[in-house]
């Protein structure tokens, strides 16, 4: 049998042009679909489903990705996805990394209405308020799959979910739990208090602290942290709707904790709370 040929060679093909403007937020938001780059990426991509259709469309793999990571491209066919073999120029066409790994998957918006996301009665939410670096934003989504959270919520004035850099930073969770896009912050806030859901700011300036917080045995109930902009926070009026304002203690010299890494102090510190008050399922279902 002849060695495998790319079957796209040139930038210029029209599959290969509509895959790449895909960076840009107006054809994400006018198509729907967004490029999910690098093999966890497509990997999740590929197991995944959006309703009834399979979440993964298309896929370009070089000719070396293809034998590296075959498992992958035969999960992408597997889920009905088309996959083309693709020059190394193309790949590198399409992607938005200075280093592409060799795959770059096309996939369906995924995202989950608020309203379903309130009706499975989470009990930890991430809600990013006016978070606008894509990366921090991958990163808070991936902090909190990690600590068992059951959904995050990006309001309306924070970046695309579908960035391709929020996407690469959330390596893989953007696929794991529901992600709610497009809500007003005064709206989310409402809502989850209205289902019972304890809504707490994340802020150094918080008149409470988390530490003291676990120690008086208050964090084992449904929670919502909402997480502000990296520059300048929370505003007052976003801090005034929820239930308290909380800081996370700064016990060294550091003048502060950046975005990501506060989320993930609150997010387990909350889900440790709920696994010790037998409220809070496990990742391991046990």
């Given at each position: ?145 990690a600590a068992g959270a059951e959904a995050v919520v990006l309001t ?32 989310a806030v409402q809502a989850l208090r209205d289902a019972g859901v ?89």
């Amino acid at each position: 049998m002849p060695p495998a040929t790319p079957e796209l060679v040139s930038p210029r093909s029209p599959r290969v042009l509509a895959a790449r403007r895909l960076a840009k937020r107006n054809f994400r938001g006018k198509d729907r679909l967004f490029l999910a780059e690098g093999p966890q990426a497509v990997r999740e991509a590929a197991g995944h489903r959006t309703g009834d259709a399979a979440t993964l469309v298309e896929l370009f793999t070089t000719l070396e990705a293809a034998e590296r990571y075959a498992d992958i491209v035969g999960a992408a066919r597997d889920a009905g996805a088309r996959v083309h073999l693709a020059a190394e120029q193309v790949i590198a066409d399409i992607s938005t990394t200075v280093t592409p790994q060799g795959l770059v998957g096309v996939c369906r918006f995924l995202d989950t209405p608020f309203e379903e996301v309130l009706a499975a009665r989470p009990r930890l939410v991430a809600l990013l308020a006016n978070v606008r670096d894509p990366g921090n934003a991958g990163t808070v989504l991936r902090c909190a799959d990690a600590a068992g959270a059951e959904a995050v919520v990006l309001t309306d004035a924070s970046v695309d979910v579908y960035n391709p850099k929020a996407v690469r930073a959330s390596v893989g969770s953007l696929f794991h739990l529901p992600v709610a896009v497009g809500v007003p912050v005064e709206h989310a806030v409402q809502a989850l208090r209205d289902a019972g859901v304890r809504v707490l700011a994340a802020d150094g300036a918080g008149d409470r602290d988390l530490d003291d917080e676990l120690d008086k045995g208050t964090m084992g109930g449904p929670t919502a942290w909402v997480f502000g902009n990296e520059a300048w926070g929370l505003p007052e009026e976003t801090r005034a709707l929820t239930d308290a304002v909380v800081r996370v203690p700064i016990h060294g010299k550091a003048e502060s904790l950046n975005l990501a890494t506060a989320a993930a102090v609150c997010l387990y510190a909350s889900a440790r709370a709920q696994r010790a008050s037998g409220g809070c399922r496990s990742v391991t279902g046990n």
